[in-house]
């Protein structure tokens, strides 16, 4: 078995969010989380073969630690991948099989693979071999119509004795059928019982906690149970609260910095792409929720979403937002 990451590496993460958790995305996030761990969006094994591994693998080094997380099921695709991805300087490949759509049944990968846990096994003892860094995965309780903790848990066990020590668990099953990935987040009931139960009766795995958790308090009190927690959605359309949870988790004895410090840090990156030829809208998108709940936060969201499309854009329309926000404050 392949060591696992340092344990304060996992005590806080950024799930993998398709269309979401880009380069752009993962910057702005670790200047909010100096030390959380981050993922890439799931990333096709095919894909990171043939494609533009500029494109798809290229981040930039304040990311560390970053994890790839990838999507498949061939043993051999998944274990070039893995190697491919290790030597780009990934800290951890991530095998998905929790993802919910059409697309990725399609595909054979993702949740449905909760389905053939020798086949995950097969993945994942080919990764390791492949791999100097980290194999881990990202499950569902299961899908459908499974119901039972012990069928549950003889995956984890199936796919544990393959090499991997980490398992990141979404705490709710998945319909493969009938719902929307949207509604696979939010209808399926979360039973964060079963996660507990995983760490308690198999203390030498890593079990980070998925789903659910969107505040500092729900965050620690989890901790009191698992070894990790993951924030999702949350993290991204509030991202102040991933810097709240970061602070609580490693530096309590910080106070956390204002909204508009942790932005201005941001300008150097935001700088560098812009003389690279990024528009500046394919950064911006990732900040507009910075402000959500404080006063002129609707003004910051307005200002950056109309001028980021300019072709002239750049850290000005920043200021102007930020400036924004501080007119409103005091109008209130």
């Known amino acids: 078995m392949i060591p696992l990451p340092p344990l304060d590496s996992t005590r806080l993460s950024v799930a993998p969010m398709m269309d979401w958790t880009d380069r752009h995305c993962r910057v702005f996030h670790r200047l909010l989380a100096p030390h959380a761990r981050l993922y890439t969006e799931m990333v096709h094994a095919q894909a990171v073969i043939h494609g533009d591994r500029e494109r798809l693998l290229g981040f930039d080094g304040v990311e560390h630690p970053v994890a790839l997380q990838l999507g ?29 759509s059409d697309r990725v049944q399609a595909g ?44 549950f848990r003889d995956f984890i066990d199936t796919v544990a004795s393959a090499g991997c020590g980490l398992f990141v668990v979404h705490a709710r099953k998945a319909w493969l059928q009938g719902l929307s990935p949207k509604e696979n987040r939010e209808i399926p009931p979360l039973r964060y019982d079963w996660v507990h139960q995983l760490k308690r009766e198999r203390p030498g795995l890593r079990i980070v906690l998925n789903g659910g958790l969107a505040t500092v308090e ?20 509030e991202p102040y609260r991933l810097h709240l949870m970061d602070r609580a988790m490693f530096t309590p004895d910080v106070a956390p910095l204002e909204r508009g410090a942790l932005l ?29 709940g404080q006063p002129g936060g609707r003004a ?11 072709s002239d854009a750049g850290w000005d329309l920043v200021e102007r937002a930020l400036a924004a926000t501080v007119r409103r404050e005091d109008a209130a």
């Open 108 to 151: 054979k990968f993702g949740a449905c693979l909760m389905r053939e846990p020798s086949l995950v096994a097969e993945c994942v003892a080919e990764m390791v071999a492949a791999s100097p860094v980290p194999v881990t995965v990202k499950c569902r309780l299961g899908v459908d119509e499974m119901e039972d903790y012990g069928v």
């Open 300 to 310: 910051f969201r307005q200002v950056l979403s109309e001028g980021a499309p300019r």
């Open 264 to 292: 201005r840090a941001y300008r150097p990156y935001i700088e560098d792409c812009r003389a690279r030829g990024v528009a500046v809208k394919h950064i911006t998108r990732h900040i507009l929720g910075l402000f959500h």
């Open 218 to 237: 729900d965050s620690l009190a989890a901790l009191a149970h698992v070894d990790g927690v993951m924030i999702g959605r949350a993290a991204y359309h």
């Open 72 to 100: 498949g099921s061939d043993p051999a695709h998944l274990a070039q991948a893995t190697r491919i991805g290790a030597d780009w300087g990934y800290d951890e490949i991530n095998l998905n099989v929790g993802c919910p």
